[in-house]
């Protein structure tokens, strides 16, 4: 308990993402086993996505909120513990204040609590999403979000096919069934190690959650084309992209971070892929894309945002995020879109996306790139994903998920396509193959 108390400490300064906190605390204290770094995580993550009501339950009675305290109530909320098995859990036993309040603690009730502080979400997102979404689905979204995540699979398709792989997961004891939309996901029951595991070694399989996965359907590549994921990150959908490629044509991987791309490389080398092209960019005004202005079949914006569509897997997201950073964020959302779209030749698609529930990442950026881009018309996602033989509910010109209504991470994406008659942008003189060889 000492161990999580000091961790939870420390994440609650909110000064760097709780998952960094937790493994360099890990690293520092190696001695710590499996079930221990299990449980001092599980509850650490509990804590966070119910900190409001349980600061609320230990300022009920005047006293602090502190670690200690707030794990306490985590653990007998919420975790069903009794005050028996907390005393036998702290090793040295329950003060007597403590002994006095955690009874109390287990008969209240928040019902009477501001929605605000029931949902477990800052009063300004309480506000946003309740205007965006009404009270009976904004209530709906924070149950789902006070829920950890899944673990999702991808197949990919270079090397297994999905009936095989969940034969073999369930025959190593694993309990895992297909994704409901993807046809390549497969979410597993539990969260077992899979770093060790032979499909996972290989590179049969990555880590993908359900919603990721349904944007590499919206890009939809094919064989022989020139492809970018402009904002590729550690690169989870540009290994899906280049596997629905069949590893033909050029892919081109971008990034501001040379880390996130350096761990794109042990991924790559186990995916098989051979037409993937990681290249480090300052800004999204970098000279290496303009070699490529006008040449692109398809390009992916998963954009820079708020994040706040992952809050199942990263809770500490909704205390460190502002509201001024949401504007501060639409307007970067929106110079990507408009420096990707330079990139995609007449006739080429171009797909916006973000891990966000607000709509002013979402439909409003999407809304302005077409304002401003004439030569740029809406596709429908439903009908894209339709014709990949894939029906997700409620989908629409825009693909719109949520954890309460798909089971998914939240995520926002629309599809664009550059009309046939608009003349590709003249890049600088280069050589003429320039097509054919990876910006430096």
């Known amino acids: 308990m000492s161990h999580t108390a000091m961790v939870l400490g420390e994440v609650l300064t909110f000064a760097y993402p709780a998952d960094a906190v937790l493994s360099r605390y890990f690293r520092e204290n190696r001695a710590l086993g499996h079930a221990d770094r299990g449980f001092i995580a599980e509850t650490v993550f ?23 305290r707030l794990i306490l109530a985590a653990l007998l909320r919420y975790r069903g513990m009794s005050t028996r098995e907390l005393a036998e859990a702290l090793g040295n036993g329950l003060s007597k204040s403590e002994a006095e309040w955690l009874p109390t603690l287990k008969a209240s009730r928040d019902a009477d609590l501001p929605a ?67 046809p390549l996901g497969i979410r597993l029951a539990d969260k077992p190690a899979l ?26 590549p094919k064989r022989g084309e020139m492809v970018m994921d402009l904002c590729a990150g550690a690169g989870g959908k540009t290994l899906m992209l280049g596997a629905q490629m069949k590893s033909l044509g050029r892919l081109y991987a971008c990034d501001v971070s040379e880390k996130r791309l350096a761990n794109l490389k042990p991924r790559l080398a186990r995916s098989g892929l051979s037409n993937v092209h990681p290249i480090r960019i300052d800004n999204e005004r970098d000279v290496k894309l303009s070699r490529l202005a006008g040449k692109l079949d398809r390009v992916l914006v ?49 797909v916006y996306a973000t891990c966000s529930l607000l709509d002013a990442e979402n439909g409003a950026v999407a809304d302005a790139f077409l304002a401003a881009h004439p030569d740029f018309a809406p596709v429908s996602a439903a009908e894209v994903l339709a014709r990949q033989g894939i029906a997700v509910p409620e989908a629409g010109e825009r693909l ?10 939240g995520f926002f994406a629309a599809v664009f396509a550059r009309a046939e008659a608009v003349k590709a942008e003249a890049a600088p003189a280069v050589a003429a193959d320039t097509a054919t060889e990876t910006p430096e």
Do not use: M
């Open 46 to 68: 509990l804590v966070l996505r119910r900190l409001r009501s349980l600061q609320a339950a230990c300022l009920a009675d005047g006293s602090g909120a502190t670690p200690r």
């Open 116 to 182: 605000a502080v029931r949902r477990e979400w800052p009063d300004w997102l309480d506000a946003r999403l309740d205007a965006q979404f009404g009270t009976a689905e904004a209530d709906a979204l924070a149950t789902a979000l006070h829920r950890a995540a899944p673990l999702d699979l991808r197949v990919n398709t270079l090397k297994a096919e999905r009936d095989a792989v969940l034969e073999r997961l369930r025959a190593d004891g694993i309990a895992a069934e297909p994704t409901p939309y993807s």
């Open 195 to 220: 770093q060790r595991h032979p499909l996972f070694l290989d590179g049969s399989i990555e880590v993908q959650d359900e919603g990721s996965q349904l944007l590499g359907f919206l890009v939809a």
């Open 302 to 350: 998963d954009a820079p945002c708020s994040g706040l569509g992952t809050l199942r897997r990263n809770p500490d997201l909704k205390w460190r995020q502002q509201e001024g950073d949401v504007a501060e964020l639409a307007a970067k959302q929106g110079a990507i879109l408009a420096a990707a779209a330079k990139l995609v030749k007449p006739g080429g698609r171009l």
């Open 400 to 409: 719109a998920l949520l954890p309460q209504r798909h089971g998914s991470d």
